[in-house]
């Protein structure tokens, strides 16, 4: 069945760092992607998608590229500030309809001044 | 306008005991979904509502769980007989419906449920 697998946390980052968060999928076809984050006390956002390969979904300096040859969907931002510390979770829409998101089982991010 | 709320934030039963958490999307969103975070754990899918009926409930865990939504509004997640494993944070999301095509889905902040 459709999954993803993302690397798991904390990652604990100085501000200004790179950084990666890495996804995979499996899935019937090529599905909608997705990072959502939870800030601390706050709800899940959609923070950026990508519905078809070589896609790239870009919002707030973050950016992931639709990687269809390495079923892949990796999170990435050049410089972190503390604000980022959150949550993010790698999703892909389930290929059997009703527009449910399967997610991954999210990745604590910690950005340190 | 106002987003997806939950009720209540926190919740802390006795084994046995039953449980309703409560929804309220956003006006309008005819969708809506049900999903459950276990500690270390992504979220799981229990249901999801079209108005007022549910043409998927694949992810309910057992008979001990069940949901209604009235009025195309609020939904009801009601939790029969709480089990220790059924400590989460169950979270709802709402959209709007435009068939086949993705909308958004918008979270609530969770209700965190806890059973001793």
């Known amino acids: 069945g459709d999954s993803v697998t993302q690397m798991e946390g904390p990652v604990t980052l100085s501000e200004e760092a790179f950084l990666t968060i890495n996804c995979t999928y499996t899935?019937?076809?090529?599905?909608?992607l997705f990072w959502y984050v939870q800030y601390p006390g706050e709800g899940l956002q959609l923070l950026l998608k990508?519905?078809?390969?070589?896609d790239k979904g870009s919002n707030k300096g973050f950016e992931a590229t639709y990687r269809k040859e390495t079923t892949s969907f990796h999170l990435e931002k050049g410089s972190v500030q503390v604000s980022d510390s959150a949550v993010y979770f790698c999703?892909?829409?389930?290929?059997?309809?009703?527009?449910?998101?399967?997610f991954g089982a999210g990745t604590r991010l910690a950005v340190h001044p | 306008g106002a987003g997806v709320s939950q009720s209540p934030s926190n919740k802390v039963t006795e084994k046995g005991k039953d449980v309703e958490l409560r929804c309220d999307p956003i006006s309008g969103h005819t969708a809506l979904y049900w999903y459950r975070q276990r500690l270390g754990q992504g979220l799981e899918f229990l249901i999801y509502?079209?108005?007022?009926?549910?043409?998927?409930k694949s992810g309910l865990p057992s008979d001990r769980f069940s949901a209604e939504r009235t009025g195309e509004s609020v939904s009801t997640l009601t939790i029969q007989r709480t089990q220790q494993e059924d400590s989460a944070v169950y979270l709802c999301?709402?959209?709007?419906?435009?068939?086949?095509?993705?909308?958004?889905?918008?979270f609530g902040p969770g209700t965190r449920l806890t059973v001793l």
């Open positions: 999301a709402s959209r709007s419906f435009s068939g086949s095509s993705y909308n958004e889905q918008f």
């Open positions: 999703a892909l829409l389930f290929s059997g309809g009703y527009n449910k998101l399967i």
């Open positions: 509502f079209q108005g007022n009926s549910a043409p998927d």
């Open positions: 899935a019937t076809g090529y599905p909608s």
């Open positions: 990508a519905t078809k390969a070589d």
